[in-house]
């Protein structure tokens, strides 16, 4: 099922929650809505699926209008952020309420419930009440309540905050499982950065009611569109630098460095914790931090340091980690090819073309 919501605005009294807000999901797709809360995230999700009324604008699905139809005319579903199950009923009932409402023969029903108990691996749990249920196998539950109609569109909202961060883990394989596995097309609303770069094929931006940038998770890593998006997207976070060009040179404050770029005036430049490397010794760096704090991730550890009142997030990984102790001074190097240019004024990105000899 393709999708396309088309300048869709949505106030509540003076807050506007949409506003234009307009992208296109493909047939089969796992696209995610990433964005900060209150960034209209959950309000775009109803209006896809009916529950809420655009102020204006339009819903398109598989070609068709449907902004004015009935929830139950879309051939799609909703997970919420709550479970929202019934907890008077064995999740056998909870699964199979749809179809009855929806008034399917018993035996197809419960042929159905057996088949999402099966896809979902809570066959076990069928017989159990959703109270005596995990956190995990509640929000399967939710999920296969969702599923049974067989919708072609499956909307999430936030589906694993309520979840610790063992079963955050385990739900994030399981969703990209399904989708394999179903080839529906699902549209994810998260906070989470992380959640939506390891599951969607591709990740809308949203903020203030409104889509900044589109792109694959990779892109919008590498080549981020705006401040605002490298901010969002990356962990460690991205490292936002003051600098100056001159066109021959960039000077970072704690460090001038050579500048093939027609770069001039008052920049922000950006810098991934990861394209930062420890030097060999003092001769061979580009600047000296001090260590402030470390945080051992396993095989990978987030040191912060200080130099000349600017501080880095740097990522170390192999032999070097475990290394640093607060208080030590780090040579640090920095490839000046993997830096992204912003205007301070626009926060937008800058293409800069090297300079032509």
Same mark, same amino acid.
């Given at each position: ?6 300048? /869709? ?28 809360? %209150? %960034? ?20 398109? *699905?598989?070609?068709?209008? #449907? ?28 699964? %199979? ?22 896809? /979902? ?33 499956? /909307? ?10 063992? /079963? ?18 699902? #549209? ?16 809308? *931006? ?12 990779? %892109? ?57 490397? #420890? ?11 001090? #260590? ?21 997030? *740097? ?43």
């Amino acid at each position: 099922m393709k999708l396309s919501c088309q300048s /869709l605005e949505k106030s509540f009294g003076r807050v506007t929650a949409l506003d234009g807000l307009s992208f296109d999901v493909p047939e089969g797709a796992f696209f995610a809505l990433l964005g900060p809360s %209150a %960034a209209g995230k959950t309000t775009c999700l109803r209006t896809i699926c009916g529950l809420e009324r655009p102020d204006s604008g339009s819903v398109f *699905v598989d070609g068709q209008d #449907v902004t004015q139809a009935p929830v139950q005319g879309r051939d799609l579903a909703m997970v919420f952020q709550s479970f929202a199950l019934y907890p008077h009923l064995s999740t056998e009932q909870n699964l %199979a309420y749809p179809l009855r409402e929806a008034g399917l023969p018993s035996a197809e029903i419960k042929s159905r419930v057996g088949e999402m108990g099966e896809l /979902l691996r809570i066959s076990h749990a069928l017989g159990r009440k959703t109270t005596q249920l995990s956190g995990g196998e509640q929000q399967r539950v939710a999920i296969g309540r969702a599923l049974i109609r067989r919708p072609k569109l499956l /909307l999430l909202d936030e589906p694993l905050t309520n979840l610790d961060a063992k /079963l955050r883990d385990e739900m994030r394989a399981e969703f990209k499982r399904l989708h394999r596995d179903l080839g529906i097309t699902m #549209v994810y609303a998260t906070p989470d950065q992380l959640e939506a770069m390891t599951m969607a094929d591709t990740i809308g *931006v949203l903020q203030n009611g409104q889509i900044t940038e589109i792109g694959t998770p990779d %892109a919008l890593y590498a080549t981020p569109g705006s401040i605002g998006v490298a901010r969002l997207v990356g962990s460690p976070p991205i490292n936002l630098i003051e600098a100056t060009g001159t066109g021959a040179e960039l000077d970072l404050g704690f460090a001038k460095i050579p500048s093939d770029h027609r770069a001039q005036g008052a920049l922000t430049l950006g810098l991934r914790p990861f394209d930062i490397q #420890v030097a060999d010794n003092a001769e061979t760096a580009l600047l000296q931090g001090r #260590v402030i704090v470390t945080e051992p991730l396993g095989d990978l550890e987030i040191v912060d340091v200080e130099t000349s009142g600017n501080e880095l997030k *740097v990522a170390l990984r192999g032999s070097q980690v475990g290394q640093a102790k607060p208080g030590d001074l780090l040579p640090l190097n920095f490839d000046a090819d993997r830096l992204l240019y912003f205007d301070t004024t626009t926060g937008l990105r800058l293409d800069m073309p090297p300079v032509q000899n």
